[in-house]
């Protein structure tokens, strides 16, 4: 955005170097200088309006440690991996407060008994402590009605992180080579796919607890059309710039898919007190996923004013930011319908 600075982070090390490499440098001087857009491999031309401070063919430990240098990836990198660190923090405070090891076990074993103690969960989002289940209460009151299991909702929580983290890395390393910049396209695009996969988890199975033959064909259902949106981008083709919006259309098209099973689950569940709570949250999820989604095939602000976002503002970084909150409005539906369930059994 200062063009001052544009010039002396650019062009300083551009011109002396031709953009190569200074390979026998002191160790105590930067390596490598960032580079504007004319001047990347072709592989790395992704987005035109975005000018200036990109890296470009850099080793791994010179991308490892550019995690804490200004170019144009370092809020890519940061936003994912902060949001990464937020739901290892809600995935640990969930699983921590799992007193007995045998709890645990359980749920390494796949089922998740959940204990009386263990059902007070604090919500991050609004900083309070939340009862999910008082089971002593409910042994006492309705003997019929056990805690929920809990491994769909750590599913969605292993998913989101897996696609944080990925995009984090992808971000990060993806500046080293062509050949790390495909595999690594290739990991994003499956963390993103998974993500969306694993949100089905939580709404699908305690949504249709009772009706389980719903839980095969909503969540195979799901997984298939996952299954089928990774193998297609697989094809080194479909990274390129030119198919940023079949991709949108691919990761879209699976989010929609949610809308089937989310008109059943209303109609079944029309009178349900919980409705409106869990309906404002996914709603939110969807508005934010959506708007990112927009953000991302647009490109808006920077094609506006190329140049003037490269380092803050840019629509991957809005993207991101928006995947995060799409999640955190996810987590908190996915905590109501884990409350419904440990109070209504089938
Ligand atoms: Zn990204």
Request: charge should be neutral; charged fraction near 15%.
């Amino acid at each position: 955005m200062d063009p001052t600075l544009d010039s002396k982070l650019v062009s300083e090390p551009v011109e002396a170097e031709k953009g190569k490499k200074r390979v026998q440098s002191p160790p105590s001087s930067p390596s490598y200088g960032l580079v504007s857009f004319k001047e990347l491999p072709e592989y790395m031309k992704d987005n035109e309006f975005i000018l200036n401070y990109y890296r470009a063919n850099w080793p791994l430990k010179e991308a490892l440690f550019s995690i804490f240098r200004w170019h144009n990836e370092t809020l890519n990198v940061w936003t994912h991996l902060l949001g990464f660190v937020l739901f290892l923090g809600l995935t640990m405070a969930n699983l921590i407060e799992v007193p007995q090891v045998s709890d645990l076990i359980a749920f390494l074993t796949s089922s998740f008994p959940i204990s009386g103690d263990s059902n007070v969960s604090q919500d991050p989002l609004l900083g309070t402590t939340t009862n999910l289940v008082d089971l002593k209460q409910i042994t006492a009151s309705e003997p019929d009605v056990s805690p929920v299991t809990r491994w769909p909702f750590y599913v969605f929580l292993a998913g989101s992180m897996f696609c944080l983290l990925s995009s984090s890395i992808c971000h990060l390393f993806s500046c080293h080579s062509h050949h790390l910049n495909l595999s690594l396209l290739r990991l994003d695009y499956a963390g993103i796919t998974t993500m969306i996969i694993t949100s089905f988890f939580p709404p699908i199975y305690y949504i249709f607890q009772c009706d389980p033959q719903w839980h095969f064909i909503y969540l195979g259902g799901i997984t298939v059309l996952g299954l089928f949106t990774i193998v297609t981008l697989l094809s080194p083709a479909l990274s390129t710039k030119k198919f940023r919006a079949f991709r949108a259309m691919l990761f879209s098209s699976m989010g929609l898919f949610g809308i089937i099973p989310g008109v059943h689950a209303m109609i079944v569940n029309w009178s349900n007190p919980r409705r409106n709570i869990t309906l404002a949250y996914e709603s939110a999820m969807a508005i934010f996923y959506l708007t990112g989604t927009l953000f991302y095939v647009s490109r808006v602000p920077e094609r506006f004013k190329p140049g003037w976002f490269d380092l803050t503002g840019h629509s991957h970084q809005i993207f991101h930011v928006l995947v995060v909150m799409g999640a955190l409005a996810h987590y908190g539906a996915s905590l109501v319908f884990l409350d419904w369930r440990d109070h209504h059994g089938c």
